[in-house]
């Protein structure tokens, strides 16, 4: 509808502006005969959701100074969003409010990039904004609830699974109900991995 494809213009225009090397650069909003279709850089690499999968299925744990590179990437790139944000709209930060492995793309240069920036209408017209790495409070008032700290709580949530090779939460009956109510229960590690772990679940405390 008008409204919907309004809100979809806006957001667009203003991803537009984030240039940032950890950020997937939004190339604007496209009409072809089907209708319209936001334009986004190549990605010329795999989504994290992949690389994590392949290790998953293979029994190999991500290196962790892969994994540490791969998230200072994503917070760099989630700073730069807030705090373009705060310059351009005044007193609000710019949320991404959907981050997770599936939006993140790791080149095959090993540098990690934001994507969904410009897509947060239509993914949260779609619902598809539950997951994993939602943050409890976006499951009670949606989008228009996710803060700085919602997307920090998402960036946990990633670096959860970096670490355990698996998601927060992986396993649970009523997936809402543990992400409200219950702490994520990672396995024992050992070193810096559990130094790492303590920094995702104080990031993902509620």
């Not at 981050?99 to 990039?113: C, H, Q």
Request: proline letters at 5%; aromatic letters at 6%.
């Amino acid at each position: 509808d008008q409204k919907t494809f309004s809100e979809v213009a806006r957001e667009i225009t203003f991803a537009k502006t984030l240039e940032h090397e950890n950020i997937m650069l939004t190339l604007g909003l496209e009409s072809f005969d089907r209708g319209w279709a936001r334009l986004i850089e190549y990605g010329n690499g795999e989504p994290l959701s992949a690389l994590i999968e392949a290790a998953a299925n293979n029994d190999v744990q991500i290196p962790l100074p892969f994994a540490a590179r791969i998230m200072i990437d994503l917070c760099q790139g989630s700073q730069h969003a807030h705090e373009r944000g705060l310059g351009e709209k005044g007193q609000q930060a710019w949320i991404h409010g959907g981050l997770r492995p599936n939006t993140v793309m790791v080149s095959f240069s090993g540098v990690a990039k934001l994507t969904g920036y410009g897509a947060a209408t239509l993914a949260n017209a779609r619902e598809e904004l539950i997951s994993a790495y939602t943050p409890p409070e976006q499951l009670i008032g949606g989008l228009q609830t996710a803060t700085q700290a919602s997307d920090v709580y998402s960036l946990g949530a990633i670096l959860f699974t970096l670490l355990c090779n698996h998601a927060p939460f992986d396993g649970a009956q009523d997936l809402e109900s543990a992400i409200m109510t219950e702490p994520p229960t990672p396995p024992e590690l050992e070193g810096q991995a559990a130094d790492l772990l303590q920094v995702a679940l104080k990031a993902m405390s509620k």
